[in-house]
């Protein structure tokens, strides 16, 4: 097993972490609309209050979504500038992996026409008769 040096998880690790669970997706498709009591978002699950609000907090590390207590109600508000970061994370190495493939894909047209370049379909060599001594 593979150990690494322990170290603080940054932010970008903490939002893909964050973002990796249905529900605190869908918390942040409601909080997208605009901001929500923490009592509204809980609402619709079939879980706790207290599971709700471990999510909210996870978020809340994330940078994704802040709280503001008001009296004794919590509201919770998208933070989207934290989803910049991700963002052009994926849009960096989205742009190496397509550059990567279609340099891939021109490498195999070219090989293919030059392995079969006399029309014949693709993977089928041409008979050559054996040798026998």
């Known amino acids: 097993m593979v150990e ?7 932010q970008l690790d903490q939002i893909f972490a964050a973002v990796a669970d249905p529900t605190r ?3 942040l498709d409601v909080l997208a609309r605009g901001p929500a009591k ?11 209050l207290n ?3 471990k999510h909210i907090k996870t978020l809340e590390r994330a940078g994704l979504i802040r709280r503001e207590v008001v009296g004794r ?8 500038r934290a989803l910049h970061r991700a963002r052009s ?16 894909e021109r490498h195999i047209a070219a090989k293919r026409k030059r392995d079969h370049g006399d029309g014949r379909p693709s993977g ?10």
């Open 124 to 133: 089928r060599r041409a008979h050559t008769p054996s040798r026998r001594p």
């Open 4 to 10: 690494y040096p322990s170290r603080a998880p940054d």
């Open 25 to 27: 997706r869908t918390i």
């Open 89 to 104: 994370w994926l849009e960096h190495h989205r742009e190496f992996w397509e550059t990567r493939l279609d340099a891939l």
């Open 38 to 48: 923490v009592t509204e978002i809980a609402r619709p699950f079939p879980v706790s």
């Open 51 to 53: 599971a709700i609000s």
């Open 73 to 80: 109600e919590h509201f919770c508000h998208l933070e989207p």
